[in-house]
């Protein structure tokens, strides 16, 4: 079965572009996440989707990024226009839906990593 | 808020040594806990997780935890490290409202060096 993919591994842009990363789930899995790891810090969650709707975006860092789920089913996420602080490692991960005494995995992806000149 | 943090951000150990890696969590609810490897050019690969069960969790590789509620901790260990070891190491807890089904908050990380 394949993994969380990731499009594309390395990406390199400048200050004020646009740049969509694009996320494949897991086959079957209704949750999808978006985390970022900006050099050297925590990982940070961004949002939440299950199926195609937004179950959480609260760590969405400002109206420059724009998520998106199609049919539930790949991702992506817009960084339009980019700044110098979006440059990062961006983690997708998916996860089946839990039930009432199943904890579920999230799984990750290899991540993007975003520079942004 | 829920908080992770780990001591150390790089910890080197001798091969056939103890590995050690501590972590703290805070939160408000009874969490989940979940401990995440990271090998080079790889994506996060979960070692184990605590999900309110048995508190000594066994995990993959031979790596375990101990979930200690008085202490707050959750702290990862193997008993011999071997040069495969080598990668960065993630705590992270979630909340267990939707039946971990939530955002992970994460640690900053620890790199783990095996030194032959």
């Known amino acids: 079965e394949a993994g969380v993919t990731q499009f594309p591994s390395h990406s390199v842009i400048e200050k004020g572009q646009t740049v969509t990363l694009r996320c494949d789930p897991i086959s079957g899995h209704d949750n999808l996440y978006w985390y970022r790891r900006v050099m050297g810090k925590e990982i940070k969650f961004l949002l939440h989707f299950v199926k195609e709707s937004k179950q959480d975006e609260s760590g969405m860092p400002n109206n420059r990024f724009l998520a998106e789920r199609t049919g539930g089913t790949y991702s992506t996420l817009k960084v339009q226009p980019a700044e110098l602080e979006d440059s990062g490692v961006y983690f997708c991960?998916?996860?089946?839906?839990?039930?009432?005494?199943?904890?579920?995995?999230?799984?990750f992806g290899p991540g993007t990593r975003l520079t942004v000149l | 808020a829920q908080s992770v943090t780990q001591l150390g951000s790089h910890v080197s150990v001798s091969e056939g040594a103890l590995v050690l890696l501590r972590c703290n969590y805070s939160s408000s609810v009874p969490p989940y806990l979940f401990w995440y490897v990271q090998y080079p050019n790889q994506g996060l690969q979960l070692l184990l997780k605590y999900t309110s069960a048995a508190t000594l969790v066994k995990g993959i590789n031979g790596f375990e935890a101990e979930f200690k509620k008085s202490e707050t901790s959750f702290h990862l260990t193997k008993p011999s490290a071997h040069m495969s070891d080598a990668a960065e190491y993630f705590c992270a807890v979630s909340d267990n409202k939707n039946f971990g089904n939530e955002k992970l908050t994460f640690g900053t990380g620890t790199r783990l060096t095996i030194i032959p």
């Open positions: 991960a998916s996860s089946q839906e839990g039930l009432a005494t199943f904890t579920d995995t999230q799984y």
